[in-house]
């Protein structure tokens, strides 16, 4: 069995700041998914499979970066982040943040793109 250590912090997230160019990102989707012509895309399980790109939302960005806003979605290449910081607040909201590498971000948005060719799975399991 692969041990992931995770960190739990109590913070107020929206007052923490990325370094340099570091981008920290929340929302990052890491389940099993399934295409709308019926292939299935595994879920990450930290070794081989589920290898593709994923979409997040910037929390923040290090006053060194240029190419990304706070608020944005960004596409980010398989593997370019770092493992979940579990962050709560005072109202008591966790909220799980990755620090991603800004030479692996694909594409950015206003927007969270749609996703018309990819369903979560759960729809044919219910």
């Not at 998914?33 to 895309?41: D, P």
């Not at 790109?53 to 970066?65: E, F, Q, T, Y």
């Not at 979940?84 to 948005?109: F, H, I, N, Y």
Request: glycine content about 8%.
């Amino acid at each position: 069995m692969a041990y992931t250590a995770r960190i739990h912090i109590k913070a107020n997230w929206k007052n923490i700041k990325p370094t340099h160019s570091n981008i920290l990102v929340t929302d990052m989707e890491f389940g099993e998914r399934l295409s709308s012509g019926g292939i299935i895309l595994p879920g990450d399980d930290k070794e081989e499979r589920g290898i593709r790109p994923r979409w997040c939302h910037v929390l923040a960005v290090g006053p060194k970066n240029l190419d990304v806003n706070k608020g944005e979605y960004i596409l980010v290449s398989h593997g370019r982040w770092t493992r979940g910081l579990d962050l709560t607040d005072e109202e008591g909201q966790t909220t799980t943040v990755r620090m991603v590498d800004p030479k692996d971000v694909l594409l950015a948005s206003n927007e969270l793109p749609a996703d018309d060719y990819v369903a979560p799975t759960y729809h044919l399991r219910d």
